[in-house]
């Protein structure tokens, strides 16, 4: 096998699974004048940034999944369709609230491998967005698995199936996939594994065409049929191993079979009258939440309309990320004070008055470093 995960280091998958009453899933869909759809739905809902996966998703839940069974079943579709923007090669964070109302948060961000060191970049910062030396410990998959293990009802095999089928018998390449790989063509030509995949006769598959990546449909089938194991301490991970190590790879078996998912609870805010739940580090949940504590402030919860309201979410954002530059991994550095400030609705009504309607600021202003 030659490595065919691509931007393998950065991948995160975003998803949201809905499962709303009719009523707040109109009620969320406010007046906005490009786009305004409505999904009604008695039961559930599933939410991708790529309409195939999001009916693979939905099948599940027709069929009586779980919530987390169609996750699973999506989120695999995604490292399969928009393949530099997730798959099992990175990393992922799952939040969960269940009827109950418990809330779950699962964080299966990739780590760093047992060998990295602290100067491994030194001299190099480029090193760390791209390159051997950029890929971290997988984390997609174990933490998939650990999810479907508590609250999966259907067989993992019948949620690994729908992706595992695309690869093999193809899917067309999404504009969006396209402009990703126009991006990164002198990679992927470089590449015998990507230039197997995603070119024909020495150039980029188009738009529209039709791509096979088999390699990927041989990897799924073995997920499906022996599990995350297959990765975490098997074949898949043994080539996986190799291949990274052959082009200057700090990666072990060791970090593989070490990798572990990290339960940890949400984080909450009250923000318009709605009780928020979110990732706590070292995901954007808090940054998020500052950021809607600060923007409410103004009441417009119907959100950006216009040039001011334009500017304000661009001030709060500079503000946001100023403070995050104090964020750490909560593994290695103490954040409780930052993550207290940031959740902090006084905090928030601080940065508020450093946002001026009618001017920007140096950005030593924002407090950035
Ligand atoms: C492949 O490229 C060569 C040279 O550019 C061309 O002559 C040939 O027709 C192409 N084949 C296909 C199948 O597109
Ligand atoms: C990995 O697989 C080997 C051989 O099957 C087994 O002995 C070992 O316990 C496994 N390690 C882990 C961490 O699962
Ligand atoms: C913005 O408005 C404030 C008063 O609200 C004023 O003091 C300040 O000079 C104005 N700045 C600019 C650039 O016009």
């Known amino acids: 096998m030659s490595t065919h995960f691509f931007l393998l280091p950065a991948i995160t998958f ?15 869909s406010g007046p906005t004048k490009h786009r305004h759809e409505v999904i009604v739905a008695h039961h559930g ?59 779950q948060a699962f964080d299966m961000r990739e780590t760093a491998p047992l060998k990295a ?13 791209k390159g051997a030396l950029s890929i971290a410990v997988p984390g997609e998959l174990a933490g998939l698995y650990k999810a479907w293990k508590q609250h999966g009802r259907l067989p993992w095999k019948r949620l690994v199936r729908p992706a595992e089928r695309l690869a093999h018998l193809g899917f067309k390449i999404s504009p969006y996939l396209h402009v990703q790989m ?12 990507l230039r197997d995949i995603f070119t024909s006769n020495g150039s980029l598959l188009q738009a ?34 190799r291949d990274i190590q052959r082009v200057g790879g700090i990666l072990t078996m060791k970090d593989l079979q070490s ?36 923007l409410s402030q103004y009441a417009i919860p119907l959100g950006v ?32 004070k930052v993550l207290a400030d940031m959740l902090s609705p006084k905090f928030a009504e601080e940065l508020k008055k450093q946002i001026k309607d009618n001017m920007t600021f140096d950005p030593s202003h924002y407090g950035g470093r």
């Open 305 to 336: 309309s216009g040039p001011l309201e334009f500017h304000r979410e661009i001030e709060a954002l500079k503000h946001v990320f100023a403070v995050r530059m104090n964020l750490g991994d909560p593994d290695f550095v103490d954040v409780s």
């Open 182 to 193: 126009v991006n990164t063509e002198s990679g992927i030509l470089a590449n015998k594994g």
């Open 45 to 103: 809902a599933v939410a991708t940034d790529d309409r195939r996966c999001s009916r693979i998703g939905m099948e599940v839940l027709r069929e009586g999944g779980h919530a987390v069974d169609a996750s699973v079943a999506s989120a695999l579709c995604l490292g399969v369709v928009s393949p530099a923007s997730s798959g099992i090669g990175g990393g992922a964070f799952m939040l969960l609230r269940l009827s109950s109302g418990k809330a």
């Open 208 to 241: 529209g065409d039709i791509c096979y990546n088999e390699k990927l449909a041989h990897t799924l089938r073995k997920i499906s049929n022996f599990g995350p194991v297959a990765l975490y301490n098997g074949s898949i991970g043994f080539n996986l191993v």
């Open 14 to 28: 975003l998803f949201f699974i809905l499962l709303c009453p009719t009523s707040s899933l109109n009620a969320v």
């Open 117 to 129: 060191s602290e100067n491994m970049y030194a001299g190099n910062p480029a090193l760390k967005g």
């Open 259 to 294: 990798y572990k998912v990290k339960l940890k609870a949400p984080i909450s805010a009250n923000i318009l009258g709605l009780k928020l739940l979110a990732m706590p580090p070292p995901s954007g949940g808090p940054p998020m939440i500052l950021m809607l504590n600060i």
